[in-house]
């Protein structure tokens, strides 16, 4: 009964707000696995004080997490193609549960560090699968509809998490940061186990590219380390060089792999498209300068006196922002519109806001404006450049795509944790949203290549 997957009562199942249940389901993940990314850095803080370490060990409750998730994402789909959404959907749930708990009892730091590795790997289960649950579980006419119900839980657990996460740590400590996950999960184990249908076609089994996995894991956390050292962890600064060229080491292996591998992980073939390198960059770019600011104003107010309640609600601006714009640019921008031409106009306004944001004071008070404005151009550019990336990927590759445009949203997270940490330790917050700043550049000119590209091709 633990290996396959259970049918629906049914009721349920002849229900013609079946589909609904179902996503509304899927949902529950969508809205934890946002509240988990926007909610942690608060507790940075607090950790650094019970813990006694450095913001170069601490930013690693947040690194542990998206580097396991990045490299899982792609292998975890393919297990669950042939296993069972449903079934690996569930164990997901049962596992992010669990180690939400064990987080918020973590006796130490490397404690919480080790339990967010298996908190990631709950979450790659759930994310895995979460798209192809709603497209599975929806008639094909309101699969848009079903898509915008996901999009609204992620963005929901997006913009409460700073607000979430200021109450729980000034009212119970930064462990009910992690609790708050305990009850929303015990609620969508049940729900799924009644309301999510069972995969009506499993795929064949076939080898998963495991020493891809590792190298792509391996060169990703050393290059981290490398960065993490820098940033004054407590390892020998010549430390840095060796993992350094580590990572390099591990990348070129893992290229080469990918070249010779029948089924990789990241299909390098699909890279001469033009379109698509500048696509995946400037979505890398565009995650770091999202998650960038969430490390970066939490130090920022908690050294100027602000308590983590005020912070959060400071904080809030910038996911609302992009919660805002990701669901309502459809209707609100003008329908003629392009893709490309919303996504050069999201990146012009993340480069207006980050430039606010080096040249206005850092107070409570004018914050909210440079990040709401940083988040709504955030909310415009991500899904244009995204729709941009799939558009460019032939239709037989669109799983491969997808996983592409994950490992580029994991992998860009985990880089503005540790370039802004990387840039406090080394400057001062300035220096750090000037750091931010540059990658927003960056990502209008990736942008503009890419549309550039397109019309010479048309």
Not at 91 to 100: H, L, P, Q
Not at 359 to 367: G, K
Not at 406 to 433: I, K
């Amino acid at each position: 009964m633990l290996t396959t997957e259970r049918a629906r009562p049914e009721p349920v199942r002849r229900s013609p707000r079946a589909w609904r249940l179902a996503v509304g389901t899927v949902c529950f993940g969508a809205f934890m696995g946002q509240l988990d990314a926007s909610i942690v850095t608060l507790t940075y803080q607090p950790l650094r004080t019970e813990f006694h370490t450095t913001p170069a060990g601490v930013e690693w409750v947040s690194l542990s997490y998206l580097l396991t998730l990045t490299a899982l994402l792609v292998p975890v789909g393919r297990v669950s193609d042939v296993r069972g959404r449903k079934l690996m959907y569930l164990y997901g749930f049962a596992v992010f549960t669990a180690a939400s708990a064990a987080c918020g009892l973590a006796p130490g730091l490397a404690a919480l560090v080790l339990f967010r590795v298996v908190q990631a790997l709950g979450a790659a289960m759930m994310q895995a699968n979460s798209v192809a649950l709603v497209t599975t579980s929806a008639p094909p006419e309101r699969m848009r509809a079903a898509l915008g119900m996901q999009a609204a839980g992620q963005a929901l657990g997006l913009a409460l998490g700073p607000t979430v996460g200021g109450v729980l740590v000034s009212a119970l400590g930064w462990r009910w940061v992690f609790g708050v996950n305990v009850p929303i999960g015990v609620l969508a184990l049940v729900a799924g186990h009644y309301l999510l249908p069972r995969t009506r076609q499993c795929a064949a089994g076939g080898r998963i590219d495991l020493p891809g996995v590792l190298l792509l894991g391996g060169s990703t956390t050393a290059a981290l380390l490398a960065l993490s050292v820098a940033s004054g962890l407590g390892l020998p600064v010549w430390s840095a060089a060796l993992l350094g060229a580590a990572a390099a080491g591990a990348g070129w292996a893992f290229l080469r792999r990918q070249r010779s591998c029948p089924r990789p992980l990241l299909d390098l073939a699909l890279l001469r498209e033009r379109r698509l390198g500048p696509g995946l960059l400037g979505g890398l770019c565009g995650y770091l300068v999202l998650f960038g600011p969430l490390v970066l104003v939490p130090v920022v107010l908690t050294r100027a006196g602000s308590t983590p309640l005020a912070t959060g609600l400071v904080l809030t601006a910038l996911p609302l922002g992009f919660a805002l714009a990701a669901t309502g640019a459809e209707r609100l921008l003008p329908a003629a519109w392009s893709d490309g031409l919303r996504g050069r106009a999201g990146a012009a306004g993340c480069v207006a806001a980050l430039a606010l944001l080096v040249l206005l004071p850092a107070e409570a008070a004018v914050l909210p404006l440079p990040l709401a404005l940083l988040g709504l151009s955030l909310g415009v550019y991500l899904p244009a450049n995204n729709t941009q990336v799939m558009r460019a990927v032939p239709a037989t590759a669109a799983g491969t795509g997808g996983g592409m445009v994950n490992m580029t949203r994991g992998l860009g997270t985990a880089v503005g944790v540790a370039a802004v940490t990387l840039a406090l330790h080394l400057a001062d917050a300035r220096t750090a949203a000037l750091t931010l700043l540059g990658f927003a550049l960056l990502i209008l000119a990736t942008t503009s290549l890419a549309t550039t590209t397109t019309s010479r091709r048309s």
